[in-house]
């Protein structure tokens, strides 16, 4: 028997991609992104909904994403790929067509060399120091952009979940300034923040990713996930009596304990034990003792009637609320869950 049961809602995830889609002019592209393996809830699916809802462009981190996602959705989507052109992925870009968005100068040389005329971007450094070639690289190599010919350029924004953050001004302003000695192509800056730090941001192609998935700061986006849990044993516990490793509960009134079927090994983070929850409805049980690798205790007692599951993830407990138990973000909440879930697609 499979430990919880995680649905996932392929409507939603539709709904918010057109939400976000609707938040820039027709004139901007909506791309999708669908790093690892969609954000945790399978590029398979995901992809397929995003397609049909009228998706054109994904983004990848690696290609081996990209070559997963082609091998779902079939020839027609461009599937672009972070981490540009790395070497010992060369094959991948030809066989599925790929197109990397070249993050340094040594990558442009690489791709001109084995695949000039191919479909490219270029991804720059607007201030956040990770991804992406500054302006003096930039300079480098102007005599060979030409013949890169790139068909997207596009950069990230470090602090866009922080609309006054100083530095979405100042990466607005480096980006525009760099695209201004660059072909004129496609321009992309946005992911899912971004896109609602309004339109000066938005550019020809927005890249959300989170916002599609149901997590902040996309506050007003569709819930995404369900995530349900059997319950393995109920007993009562007497006051006095510990819970768990390193009896770190104590019942202070009579209790009946549940202990359901996932723990940290699921990605239900250990940290998250004293803060968070599960609930039958919109009944709240609170998890008393440490979260063990695949089980945790639920505190029962006021239950008329204990259920045969109890929900982790749900409306109310959002993977935003979640996270924030256990000192985390929902990105991370959503790419932990494990494989020992049985998934289910809702359409
Ligand atoms: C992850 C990522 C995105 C999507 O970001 P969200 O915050 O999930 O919307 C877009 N662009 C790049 C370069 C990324 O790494």
């Given at each position: 028997m499979p430990g919880g049961l995680l649905t996932i809602d392929l409507a939603a995830i539709v709904s918010n991609w057109r939400a976000l889609d609707a938040k820039t002019a027709d004139t901007v592209e909506t791309g999708a992104v669908i790093k690892a393996d969609s954000y945790g809830l399978d590029v398979g699916p995901v992809g397929q909904a995003l397609q049909n809802a009228g998706a054109k462009t994904f983004f990848a981190a690696l290609a081996d994403e990209g070559v997963a996602l082609r091998q779902a959705i079939g020839p027609t989507a461009r599937i672009f790929v972070f981490s540009g052109y790395m070497q010992g992925d060369e094959s991948a870009f030809g066989e599925f067509a790929l197109t990397p968005l070249l993050n340094s100068t040594d990558q442009a040389a690489r791709f001109l060399t084995d695949r000039k005329g191919a479909a490219c971007g270029l991804q720059l450094d607007s201030?956040?120091?990770?991804?992406g070639m500054e302006s003096a690289e930039l300079a480098s190599i102007a005599a060979q952009i030409p013949a890169l010919n790139p068909i997207l350029i596009m950069s990230h924004l470090a602090?866009?979940?922080?609309?006054?953050?100083p530095q979405n001004t100042a990466q607005l302003a480096a980006f525009t300034e760099m695209v201004?000695?660059?072909?004129d192509c496609n321009r992309s800056l946005s992911a899912t923040g971004g896109i609602l730090l309004g339109s000066d941001y938005h550019m020809d192609m927005t890249r959300p990713g989170i916002g599609l998935y149901g997590g902040a700061p996309f506050i007003d986006a569709r819930p995404v996930v369900t995530l349900s849990l059997p319950v393995i044993q109920t007993r009562p516990v007497a006051v006095g009596e510990s819970v768990g490793y390193g009896a770190a509960w104590i019942a202070k009134r009579p209790s009946v304990i549940a202990t359901v079927a996932a723990g940290y090994a699921d990605g239900l983070i250990r940290a998250m034990g004293p803060n968070a929850s599960l609930y039958t409805g919109d009944t709240r049980c609170p998890i008393v003792g440490r979260v063990s690798m695949d089980l945790i205790t639920v505190d029962v007692t006021d239950l008329a009637k204990v259920p045969a599951s109890l929900d982790i993830l749900n409306a109310t407990q959002t993977v935003d609320v979640l996270a924030k138990a256990a000192g985390t973000i929902g990105y991370e909440i959503l790419t932990s869950l494990g494989n020992r879930y049985k998934r289910v697609y809702k359409d």
């Amino acid at each position: 028997m499979p430990g919880g049961l995680l649905t996932i809602d392929l409507a939603a995830i539709v709904s918010n991609w057109r939400a976000l889609d609707a938040k820039t002019a027709d004139t901007v592209e909506t791309g999708a992104v669908i790093k690892a393996d969609s954000y945790g809830l399978d590029v398979g699916p995901v992809g397929q909904a995003l397609q049909n809802a009228g998706a054109k462009t994904f983004f990848a981190a690696l290609a081996d994403e990209g070559v997963a996602l082609r091998q779902a959705i079939g020839p027609t989507a461009r599937i672009f790929v972070f981490s540009g052109y790395m070497q010992g992925d060369e094959s991948a870009f030809g066989e599925f067509a790929l197109t990397p968005l070249l993050n340094s100068t040594d990558q442009a040389a690489r791709f001109l060399t084995d695949r000039k005329g191919a479909a490219c971007g270029l991804q720059l450094d607007s201030g956040m120091n990770r991804l992406g070639m500054e302006s003096a690289e930039l300079a480098s190599i102007a005599a060979q952009i030409p013949a890169l010919n790139p068909i997207l350029i596009m950069s990230h924004l470090a602090c866009a979940d922080e609309p006054k953050h100083p530095q979405n001004t100042a990466q607005l302003a480096a980006f525009t300034e760099m695209v201004t000695k660059l072909p004129d192509c496609n321009r992309s800056l946005s992911a899912t923040g971004g896109i609602l730090l309004g339109s000066d941001y938005h550019m020809d192609m927005t890249r959300p990713g989170i916002g599609l998935y149901g997590g902040a700061p996309f506050i007003d986006a569709r819930p995404v996930v369900t995530l349900s849990l059997p319950v393995i044993q109920t007993r009562p516990v007497a006051v006095g009596e510990s819970v768990g490793y390193g009896a770190a509960w104590i019942a202070k009134r009579p209790s009946v304990i549940a202990t359901v079927a996932a723990g940290y090994a699921d990605g239900l983070i250990r940290a998250m034990g004293p803060n968070a929850s599960l609930y039958t409805g919109d009944t709240r049980c609170p998890i008393v003792g440490r979260v063990s690798m695949d089980l945790i205790t639920v505190d029962v007692t006021d239950l008329a009637k204990v259920p045969a599951s109890l929900d982790i993830l749900n409306a109310t407990q959002t993977v935003d609320v979640l996270a924030k138990a256990a000192g985390t973000i929902g990105y991370e909440i959503l790419t932990s869950l494990g494989n020992r879930y049985k998934r289910v697609y809702k359409d």
